[in-house]
């Protein structure tokens, strides 16, 4: 073999070596990314508490979808479906910090139970109600209060009990593989709602939901409660309290990601009162239809999730840029043609609105002091779910009177707003500091 013929081999070598580790590189990758995803299924109370809410939160799913339908049909007003909407978030308006201050000091894990065995007896109360063609409109008013009163308890030690099963280091992942059943029970539950409303009626939706508070309840129970991470809880209430609310007060890195939620909860995530008008009034569809909408939400809220379980980095560097997402994907929804290009404007919302609120989750509980963690999540909770009253009154009304398109435009650019304050406050990588006001 020639020297030319010899340092053409060596080239064509060393070009074989570096493809090769390239494609070594990125196997790596995806593998690293795949682990991170997973790697909180290896604890065995958190795996137990993921296929739980698999179930629970599917019924839910049903549930929400059942609950805005019969309000429409009943009425034929979205103005009433908002109403419905704000009642139910209206207590964890006002019990949200007092939740959180409870699941500070109790065990968040029987705390759980009770929650459950709650919601579980209201569905199946309003399953036989409406199987049984009694139910009136002030009935379904009053169930969406009561189950707001023990949203009011749940979201937050939810929330909160993540972190004992996981700890600091997972919880970020833990939340996003949270967000990504969450939102495959999106998908599952809407889906199978709609085909139950048109097939056999609404109120086998309630019923099924209040079965499927089963599977959580019995996770529960079969946890190992001796792998709990507890926090301390020796100081009084008042105390904590008083304590905690002029930590968030005076820390920017919270109180940022609370204001931006509130006004995304508000503007934004109101679903349940804007789909099922858009999907009658704009595309002239029924349940079925407004089943689907909800999953093309699943399914981005899925990509979503996914993603936001993958990383490595700290959640506090993207939520203006899931602001951003989520302008497009509301904007594109107002302005749709047509019902196919509406779902797949939708899938862009669900996965934007997923990583965003998991995001300022994840951000709000690792910064904040580990006795409080509950009362901060509790003020999360109030944030994003007790803010709803007036956003579900408010889009309800926009959507009825001037059109649904309008009453999504709003929500496009009040995260248009979020994300420009965002980047104003913390610069163009809106990355949070440990920054006070």
């Known amino acids: 073999m020639t020297a030319k013929e010899t340092a053409l081999t060596q080239r064509q070598q060393t070009a074989s070596d570096r493809q090769s580790s390239g494609q070594h590189q990125v196997v790596t990758w995806g593998t690293g990314r795949g682990r991170r995803i997973l790697s909180v299924l290896s604890i065995r109370n958190y795996r137990l508490f993921f296929l739980g809410q698999v179930v629970s939160v599917s019924g839910t799913w049903m549930q929400r979808v059942a609950q805005s339908w019969l309000v429409l049909e009943i009425t034929n007003s979205g103005t009433a479906v908002g109403a419905v909407t704000a009642l139910q978030a209206a207590p964890v308006l006002i019990l949200g910090p007092f939740g ?3 699941a500070d000091r109790l065990d968040k894990r029987r705390l759980l139970m009770v929650t459950q065995i709650a919601a579980g007896t209201l569905a199946v109360g309003l399953a036989i109600l409406v ?31 993540v972190m004992e099963m996981v700890g600091r280091d997972k919880l970020t992942n833990a939340l996003g593989l949270n967000s990504v059943l969450v939102n495959v029970a999106r998908m599952i539950g809407p889906a199978i709602a ?22 959580l309840i019995v996770a529960l129970l079969l946890m190992n409660t001796s792998q709990l991470e507890k926090s301390d809880t020796r100081d009084s209430k008042e ?20 204001l931006m939620v509130v006004v995304i909860s508000i503007f934004v995530y109101e679903f349940e009162v804007i789909l099922p008008l858009l999907a009658r009034f704009t595309f002239g569809g029924d349940a079925g239809t407004f089943g689907t909408m909800f999953g093309a939400i699943g399914v981005g809220a899925l990509i979503g999730g996914l993603h936001t379980a993958s990383r ?15 302008c497009v994907g509301m904007a594109a929804t107002t302005f749709a043609p047509t019902l196919i290009f509406a779902l797949i404007a939708l899938v862009l919302v669900g996965a934007a609105g997923t990583g965003f609120l998991a995001l300022a989750n994840s951000s709000l509980q ?38 649904p398109r309008y009453g999504i435009g709003i929500g496009a650019v009040a995260a248009a707003v979020v994300a420009i304050w965002a980047l104003r406050v913390f610069g163009p990588a809106s990355s949070i500091q440990s920054k006070h006001v």
């Open 100 to 102: 959180g201050s409870l």
């Open 366 to 403: 690792l910064k904040s002091p580990t006795e409080s963690r509950g009362f901060v999540v509790g003020l999360w909770a109030v944030a994003f779910l007790g803010s709803r009253p007036f956003g579900a009154l408010l889009i309800g009304y926009v959507g009825e009177n001037a059109g």
């Open 194 to 215: 709609g085909l139950l409303i048109v097939a056999a009626g609404i109120g086998l939706c309630f019923l099924f939901n209040g079965l499927s508070y089963l599977a």
């Open 131 to 161: 199987l049984t063609d009694r139910v009136e409109l002030w009935m379904i008013y009053g169930f969406a209060l009561l189950l707001g009163v023990s949203s009011s308890v749940d979201s937050p030690a939810r929330q909160a009990f």
């Open 239 to 258: 105390r904590r309290m008083r304590a905690a609310f002029a930590y968030v007060r005076g820390t920017r890195e919270l109180m940022v990601p609370l």
């Open 312 to 326: 490595s980095r700290s959640p506090d560097d993207s939520l203006a840029a899931a602001a951003i997402l989520l």
